[in-house]
Nanobody
Framework: QVQLVESGGGLVQPGGSLRLSCAASGSQFSILTMAWYRQAPGKQRELVASITTGGTTTDADSVKGRFAISRDNVKNTVYLQMNNMKPEDTAVYYC?????????????????WGQGTLVTVQS
C-alpha cells in the first residue's frame, strides 16, 4: 500500500504563490506516475497536472503557464508550484499515484490518494 501525505496548503491572496508537497511511502517511488487533482466546492474533481516516471509533465489548460509539477526521487516527494493564483484556484488539492502493471500498455494500475490539503485564494 502506498501512503501519500500532502502539505503546504493555506490562504493566499490573488496573484500570490504557494508550493504544495506530497510525501510518498510504502512503494518504490521512482516507478510511480504522480499527479495533482483538485476539487472545488460544488464542482467535480479535475486533473491539475501529472508527471511520469521519466519526468514528462502535463498541465490542465486552466493552470498552464502558472502551475508546475515536479518530483524528487531522492526525497520521494512530488511538488506543485502555484504562481499567479486566482480565486478560481480555491479547492482541496489531492495527491495521486498510479502504479501501472505494464507501463507500455497503461490499461491496468493500482491507484492511491492522499487526504487532501485546502487552498484558499482570497483578498
Amino acid at each position: 500500500q502506498v501512503q501519500l501525505v500532502e502539505s503546504g496548503g493555506g490562504l493566499v491572496q490573488p496573484g500570490g504563490s504557494l508550493r504544495l508537497s506530497c510525501a510518498a511511502s510504502g512503494s518504490q517511488f521512482s516507478i510511480l506516475t504522480m499527479a495533482w487533482y483538485r476539487q472545488a466546492p460544488g464542482k467535480q474533481r479535475e486533473l491539475v497536472a501529472s508527471i511520469t516516471t521519466g519526468g514528462t509533465t502535463t498541465d490542465a489548460d486552466s493552470v498552464k503557464g502558472r502551475f508546475a509539477i515536479s518530483r524528487d526521487n531522492v526525497k520521494n516527494t512530488v511538488y506543485l508550484q502555484m504562481n499567479n493564483m486566482k480565486p478560481e484556484d480555491t479547492a482541496v488539492y489531492y495527491c495521486n499515484a498510479r502504479n501501472y502493471y505494464d507501463i507500455r500498455k497503461r490499461d491496468r494500475y493500482l491507484e492511491f490518494w492522499g487526504q487532501g490539503t485546502l487552498v484558499t485564494v482570497q483578498s
